[in-house]
């Protein structure tokens, strides 16, 4: 059975983006080996002085870690493995001040690692995760698919060049407008809804 890695940033009290989660997974568990990552409960490690140094030493000087000192490593590392173990990642998150959420942002910062998830070859840098699939499940209160907010989308950008870094395509499912178009909200969930439906139906 194929695997699929959920990521959910989903805190608030009757989240429409968990809305849009839980379809996915109520449509799916059968047919794929669920592991959830509840990124609002367990947040990576924000790369600091100490981690930060031993990542590098580690991924880019060669230097061998003592076990103390992978220790300190090991909660985005196995974030990282976990990444590295699945066929398909599902990202669930809303908007935060035109970008992901901070969580969001240090899982990427935790699992995009040298030489574990991307290298450099002669021809420039290649993602190692070239049979990874992901859906990106978000959603906003502003209309972000019209200006003046659709130049300052940060978060869809960042999304999937950050995954296609990874060597992972990449499908997204946007409902932005939730506050905005508060009355057209649930319909916006039903319309995920049916998205949802048809990159399944494809990716399993
Ligand atoms: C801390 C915070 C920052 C937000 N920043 C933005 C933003 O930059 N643009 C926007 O349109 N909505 C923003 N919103 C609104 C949410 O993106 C929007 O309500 C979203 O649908 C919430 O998702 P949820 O129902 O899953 O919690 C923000 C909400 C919060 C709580």
């Known amino acids: 059975m194929k695997k699929t890695l959920i990521l959910s940033y989903t805190p608030r009290d009757n989240s429409n983006t968990k809305k849009m989660l839980d379809f996915f997974i109520e449509n799916n568990q059968d047919k794929t080996e669920i592991t959830f990552v509840d990124l609002a409960e367990e947040a990576p490690d924000l ?4 981690n930060l140094n031993l990542y590098v030493n580690r991924n880019f000087g060669g230097v061998e870690l003592t076990n103390e000192q992978q220790k300190v490593l090991s909660k985005n590392d196995k974030m990282m493995q976990q990444l590295l173990d699945t066929d398909f990642v599902v990202l669930a998150s809303p908007m935060y001040n035109f970008s992901v959420p901070a969580t969001v942002k240090a899982w990427f910062d ?8 991307f290298t450099y070859t002669e021809t420039g840098i290649k993602g190692l995760c070239e049979n990874t699939k992901a859906l990106v499940l978000m959603t906003s209160g502003s209309d972000f698919g ?6 300052v989308n940060f978060a869809t950008p960042f999304l999937l060049t950050s995954f296609n ?3 992972i395509s990449t499908e997204v499912i946007n ?8 009355d ?6 039903e319309d995920a809804k049916e998205e949802i439906k048809e990159v399944s139906n494809k990716w399993y």
């Open 47 to 50: 790369l600091l002085k100490e």
């Open 110 to 117: 935790a699992v995009i690692q040298a030489g574990k998830t």
């Open 146 to 151: 019209i200006e003046p907010y659709k130049s």
């Open 165 to 167: 870094f990874l060597g």
């Open 175 to 182: 409902k932005f407008g939730m506050v905005q178009y508060a």
């Open 184 to 189: 057209k909200s649930e319909q916006m969930i």
